[in-house]
């Protein structure tokens, strides 16, 4: 093979290698900073308003994982089995698209995620537990446990 020859690259490959790699290049190790590209090709951008909006987004998506993730049990019935099937196909939809935004190893949206999660489970949390308060307490104020 002669200095010049390519071997079996098409022409098309050889004439665009660099820009290629350029954009196939992906960030393997944490790093701070506005300039991340998250799920879609281009965003947030470069605008520091549109990474804002992107890490609310991660945010919500994980508390929405968390939410989803303790809805209360249904009725038992074909319905109601297809109902589950639904959440949990779509709970398991936004974990995806949760863990795809942190493989861009962008610390805020990391810290967003973990945070999202921790906020979804605390929400989720609290509520059973006031509901659980509820149904344990007695009637009357004066009844002595």
Request: net charge positive; proline share 4%; aromatic share 10%.
């Amino acid at each position: 093979m002669s200095h010049g020859d390519h071997g079996s690259k098409p022409r098309s490959m050889m004439d665009n290698s660099n820009n290629n790699m350029e954009m196939m290049m992906m960030q393997m190790n944490f790093y701070w900073g506005k300039d991340a590209v998250l799920l879609f090709s281009g965003w947030p951008g470069h605008s520091l308003g549109m990474y804002i909006l992107a890490l609310l987004v991660v945010f919500i998506l994980a508390a929405s994982v968390e939410v989803l993730s303790a809805l209360p049990p249904l009725k038992h019935g074909m319905t109601s089995g297809k109902m589950h099937a639904v959440v949990y196909s779509l709970r398991m939809g936004l974990a995806y698209l949760v863990m795809l935004s942190v493989m861009s190893f962008n610390l805020g949206v990391f810290i967003m995620a973990v945070v999202g999660h921790g906020m979804g489970f605390f929400v989720v949390k609290t509520r059973f537990i006031a509901a659980d308060d509820l149904t344990a307490s007695p009637s009357s104020p004066n009844t002595k446990v």
